[in-house]
């Protein structure tokens, strides 16, 4: 192999080396990266032409962020997590009370995961916004108005040119509702997660409570409003424009008190925590999908709700003589609206009811007295058959007989004051007007027990007076002492019951007792 050959190779394999190290090799990355382009274009126009499923939202890193306005009856902190009420501050006649104290999501949070933000705000309105994804908005519109019934707003805005499938999300309550200090100790059991529905049948709609973790079988085609709620205070969301999925409820700790004064250490308090689930929705290209609700959040006020939509009053429990209650908080209204004082008109509630039943308090008396003629006889005739129960029995009807006593009159009174005190009971306990009431002195708060006792104190002796003078003649010894103890038991039972409540109860034993004593002088007076 000669010289001039292998130069000539060497030349061509430089010259071949160069070409496709400037040339070819460039014009390949070109063509490469133009046919990477045309794909992406491809597959943009593909996705483009197929909904979007914003299956899955991405979780900001970002800081929470609270935002604070002020509402007609309360100030309100919302969270930029979800756009949910993190605090709701209520105006209370007592001072601010916080009714959302426990950590969670908030009240009304949608969607924590995202970040919104403030976007707009007026003297009773406030919205939010948050980027689901790219070309697609999400606002939320709190409007606050005076009656109480407020309205909830949601508003997914597509701005892409291809219809956009929104992912599954759900409305948050609770966990726990907060209360008053005098409810604090009770709130526990009173606390539960609730729904409203319209039962085939049935004129007005009933209240469900849900009594344990379970997935509600309910829909928004099977319920008005939904929310949590205890004695004083209700939280519900009513779907306008929009059927709801199904309701989701669980127990969730909130926080812990003593057991038997710290003897025992502590013990963990849960809360309701509720979860109404909004099922999956599509947003056509370039439109927009309202979801519009309203909302109560405030205090179960038997008269404002007797005013406002939606069976709000419905969440007032009355207990199982509702009727007689609701018309007892109906009459107490009309003497406070003549007297100005809550505690002067269930002093005249009680007076009205002893009205009522004074014929039957007479029967009983006069029972009584009977009972008291015959004792000599009774006492006779238990000496003469006391191992013989069926002969004693025998006797002691025909002694009956003989003077016209009817032994069980002297139990009716008790019989048909029962069920007005249970009545009454539910309708003084529930009853917010008397949060706040003062009566007299010591007594800033009917709804709340009395802070010296004096009331039911009193009330403990006006009964043992009472019960002293009234056990009838002849009465088994066992049963007598049980008379006897009951005024202390009563005192005892009515440490911690609502001063309106005690009030009505020590009103209705000295009426019942003067009454007893002026009849007691008469009907001896007239056996002389």
């Not at 726990?176 to 200090?181: I, R, S």
């Not at 002849?474 to 008379?483: I, V, W």
């Not at 009426?511 to 008469?522: D, L, R, S, W």
Request: glycine letters at 6%.
């Amino acid at each position: 192999m000669n010289r001039n050959f292998l130069l000539a190779a060497l030349f061509f394999l430089l010259l071949v080396t160069g070409y496709n190290q400037f040339v070819t090799i460039p014009r390949m990355q070109r063509e490469q990266k133009a046919a990477e382009q045309q794909l992406a274009a491809a597959q943009a126009e593909l996705e483009q032409a197929a909904p979007a499923v914003l299956s899955k939202v991405a979780a900001s890193s970002q800081p929470e962020e609270l935002i604070t306005f002020q509402s007609p009856t309360a100030k309100i902190t919302f969270t930029s997590k979800g756009a949910g009420i993190k605090t709701f501050l209520f105006d209370d006649v007592l001072g601010d009370l916080d009714l959302t104290p426990y950590q969670g999501e908030g009240y009304f949070a949608t969607l924590p995961q995202l970040d919104f933000a403030e976007s707009q705000r007026t003297q009773d309105s406030i919205t939010f916004s948050a980027d689901l994804a790219a070309g697609v908005e999400m606002l939320k519109t709190y409007r606050f108005n005076e009656n109480g019934i407020n309205n909830l707003t949601i508003t997914f805005n597509n701005k892409t040119g291809s219809e956009v499938t929104l992912p599954s999300f759900a409305f948050n309550f609770g966990p726990g509702l907060a209360t008053t200090k005098s409810e604090m100790s009770d709130n526990e059991r009173e606390s539960k997660a609730v729904y409203l529905t319209q039962e085939a049948g049935k004129k007005n709609p009933t209240l469900v409570k849900f009594t344990k973790t379970e997935d509600s079988p309910a829909s928004g085609k099977d319920w008005i409003w939904a929310g949590v709620q205890n004695r004083y205070f209700l939280s519900v969301l009513i779907p306008q424009n929009w059927t709801a999925g199904t309701l989701k409820t669980d127990k969730q700790p909130v926080t812990t008190r003593k057991r038997m004064w710290g003897l025992f250490g502590q013990t963990q308090v849960t809360g309701p925590q509720l979860l109404i689930n909004v099922p999956t929705q599509t947003v056509a290209a370039n439109s927009s999908l309202e979801m519009k609700s309203d909302f109560y959040f405030g205090p179960k006020d038997y008269q404002a709700f007797e005013k406002l939509p939606y069976h709000l009053g419905r969440s007032i429990e009355f207990g199982f003589f509702g009727a007689l209650g609701r018309l007892a908080r109906n009459v107490l209204e009309l003497f406070y609206s003549w007297t100005g004082n809550y505690g002067v008109a269930i002093i005249m509630l009680t007076v009205l009811l002893q009205l009522i039943l004074f014929k039957f308090t007479l029967m009983s008396l006069k029972s009584s007295a009977q009972m008291k003629k015959i004792q000599p006889e009774m006492k006779r005739l238990q000496e003469k058959y006391k191992n013989d129960n069926e002969a004693l029995n025998r006797e002691m009807v025909g002694l009956y007989q003989k003077y016209k006593i009817n032994p069980f009159s002297g139990c009716l009174p008790l019989l048909i004051q029962l069920p007005i005190f249970l009545a009454l009971f539910n309708a003084l306990r529930t009853s917010w007007s008397l949060h706040g009431a003062g009566f007299v002195w010591w007594i800033t708060d009917l709804s709340s027990k009395d802070p010296y006792y004096i009331l039911p104190i009193l009330m403990g002796g006006v009964m043992f007076f009472q019960q002293r003078s009234a056990i009838p003649a002849g009465m088994d010894p066992t049963q007598a002492a049980m008379f006897k103890y009951m005024p202390i038991i009563f005192t005892l039972l009515f440490m911690n019951f609502p001063s309106g409540l005690v009030l009505y109860w020590l009103t209705n034993s000295l009426i019942t007792f003067g009454v007893q004593t002026i009849a007691n002088k008469k009907i001896a007076q007239a056996n002389k």
